[in-house]
């Protein structure tokens, strides 16, 4: 249930998750919430995870207007101070089912935007495109992974995290997401993100680390810099590249043995609010 305190008078309108369209795009059903002395009460699907992030209200003043819109999604209250732990979810994976460990990256990223959606895991399919250590032998991994919503639009985001001397993972940074349009499976597709990697201890940059899952014939990747300069190509190995840069990588493409262009994506964006 979703509790809000407004002003009595007030008109009060919830949504409770964003709807993503065959084609990307976002759009917010709102419904009208009775209320009695400024208190609206609602009742929210459950999703199976422990919290979400995808609904949002908004106040539209008096019956007559006489204040100015606003919105904001829900205050979430923590029981006990901690955050609850999330479930370990059912995870494809394109290149053989890694580690546990490693499978809970892929979980967590996808974890990550299914409290963005509003949406149970059930309800779509997440496909872990790519999952490996971090190359630096450092203790963590990362992940590369997207979610395919009812629509069939798909979710793509990356994640890395460091993992704890008990064998727990900390979630500490995402390697951006975008949102494609329904079309080619996964497995056609050519996805790439670029994580900045930091020392969780300092702060301090620990380097950059470039992820692609390209379709099943490509043979090699090639890397382009901010206004097409060429930066080099790279072998494919079991489908996926996992490469250290000190370059910006801004758009890779693949292709097969004798040259052959298989497709072009932009490195993922920073990391967009699908609830907006």
């Excluded at 101070?81 to 394109?94: F, M, Y």
């Excluded at 810099?225 to 190995?237: D, K, Q, S």
Aim: proline share 9%; with cysteine.
């Amino acid at each position: 249930a979703m509790v809000v305190l407004a002003r009595p008078g007030d008109v009060v309108e919830v949504s409770a998750r964003p709807e993503v369209a065959a084609d990307g795009t976002r759009s917010r059903t709102w419904q009208r919430v009775e209320t009695g002395d400024g208190i609206a009460v609602t009742r929210l699907e459950p999703t199976g995870l422990p919290w979400s992030w995808s609904t949002t209200y908004r106040l539209l003043g008096d019956e007559h207007g006489a204040t100015s819109p606003m919105s904001s999604v829900p205050d979430v209250v923590m029981v006990d101070g901690r955050q609850p732990e999330l479930p370990v979810l059912d995870v494809r994976h394109l290149r053989g089912r890694p580690p546990a460990w490693q499978h809970r990256v892929a979980s967590d990223a996808a974890s990550s935007v299914l409290t963005q959606l509003g949406l149970a895991p059930e309800d779509t399919q997440i496909t872990a495109l790519v999952t490996a250590p971090l190359p630096s032998g450092g203790a963590g991994g990362l992940a590369l992974i997207t979610v395919r919503v009812p629509s069939g639009a798909v979710v793509v985001t990356g994640s890395w995290s460091q993992r704890m001397p008990d064998g727990t993972l900390a979630t500490m940074g995402e390697c951006g997401l975008d949102v494609r349009p329904a079309g080619a499976p996964v497995t056609e597709r050519v996805v790439a993100a670029s994580c900045e990697i930091f020392d969780p201890d300092t702060g301090n940059p620990d380097g950059t680390v470039l992820l692609v899952s390209a379709p099943p014939s490509a043979a090699a990747v090639r890397t382009y810099a901010v206004g097409g300069e060429y930066l080099g190509e790279h072998p494919v190995r079991d489908g996926h590249v996992v490469l250290p840069t000190e370059r910006t990588v801004v758009e890779v493409e693949a292709v097969t043995a004798d040259g052959v262009l298989l497709g072009r994506s932009k490195v993922l964006p920073p990391g967009i609010w699908l609830g907006e």
